[in-house]
């Protein structure tokens, strides 16, 4: 049995995994052999939505995975999304039920508006979200870090050194005998959100997770929270006019 992340408490008493995988961005086939290593590996919390169009082959991992009895339908926490079009009451129902079908389940363990826009929680060294996540720990809400790796798949504006070709990360890698990717989410972990990397590679998916057998001194964690750049992989812009955006707000 691979080892588990340690779980995070939420404020209605269930235990959340303290790292998730993402499911984002899948070509057909591809999130169904990435879940079903991911729990192989120790993963006990995925991350899904509906527009992300992958949730029937989420399902379809999950229901081998409590076949085989690698582990139980109360062992894993399951995450998905309302979609931008389905916000509308009578919409809430039959979408969220559409997600159950699709992924093959009685009940999710959390689910969310996907935007907008009350979901802000991209977080990663070049975003380190300080304000946002003090906000949440005073009134006992746990963040959940999307896009940690600041996914490298997206192209930075120009000049922007990509987050993980970042030198000074690397010089941490070095120290503490991990990758920059692991330095990273060990990152995230310590500043108190839950990190759901997405990878589709094997050795990648157990990388992410061997984060919680090491741990970042204070002066590094205050040294990468100096990288900060307040960059956004996902600005959302063409959202900007909406009285709904969220980033124009302090936090
Ligand atoms: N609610 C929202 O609006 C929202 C928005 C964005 C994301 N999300 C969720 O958050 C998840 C993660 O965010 P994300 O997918 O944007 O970005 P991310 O997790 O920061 O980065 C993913 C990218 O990093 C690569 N990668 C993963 N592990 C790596 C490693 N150890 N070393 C080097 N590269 C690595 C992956 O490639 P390979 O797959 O090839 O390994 C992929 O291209 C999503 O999949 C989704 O579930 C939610």
Known sequence: MPPLAPTVKLNNGRDIPALGLGTWQATPGEVREAVKHAIDAGYRHIDTAAVYRNESEVGEALQEKFKEGAVKREEVFVTSKLWNTCHRPELVVPTCKKTLADLKLDYVDLYLVHWPFAYKIECHPYLNQKKLIEFCKQRDIVVTAYSPLANPSITMPAGGLPLLQNPKLKLLAAKY????????????????????????????????????????????????SKLNKNYRVFPHAQAKHSKYYPFHDEF
């Open 177 to 224: 005998k991990k990758t920059v990717a692991q330095v990273v989410l060990r990152y995230v972990f310590q500043l108190g959100t839950v990190p759901i990397p997405k990878s589709f590679t094997k050795k990648r998916i157990e990388e992410n997770i061997r984060i919680f057998d090491f741990e970042l001194s204070n002066d590094d964690v205050t040294d990468i």
